[in-house]
């Protein structure tokens, strides 16, 4: 059994940064994908960016290319997002996920995740 813990978020000016960190305590996940999506009161879950099980892949949503960065270390069991040149659409419950794969991308990340954790908040003020 795996518990993701998320941290990092907080509160931002427009144009800055923030970097989220997600730690899984508990088995390996050495050999799966990893990422991130955001789900703001009452709407879906929306992908941010999943990064392949030995880190040579990333994947992104197209409003976030550019401007986020996905990475991970398998040896401290952690992923990371470094979030630049934040908008005020980017406020939102930021999850950190473990799929059940490999390599997952934009179509299959959410799909097939096996765990998530409680989620981080990111507030961008304008």
């Known amino acids: 059994q795996v518990e993701l813990i998320e941290s990092g978020g907080g509160t931002v000016q427009a144009g800055g940064s923030v970097r989220l960190s997600c730690l899984a305590n508990g088995r390996t996940f050495s050999n799966n994908a990893m990422g991130w999506f955001r789900q703001a009161p009452g709407k879906d879950h929306q992908f941010v960016a999943a990064?392949?099980?030995?880190?040579?892949?990333?994947y992104y949503a197209d409003s976030v290319k550019g401007r986020f960065t996905i990475s991970r270390d398998n040896t401290k069991k952690r992923v990371y997002l470094q979030m630049d040149a934040l908008k005020p659409e980017d406020t939102d419950l930021y999850y950190c996920g473990i799929n059940r794969w490999g390599e997952a991308g934009p179509l299959t990340f959410i799909r097939n995740l096996e765990v998530w954790g409680q989620g981080t908040l990111v507030t961008v003020t304008s």
């Open positions: 990064i392949n099980w030995i880190g040579d892949r990333t």
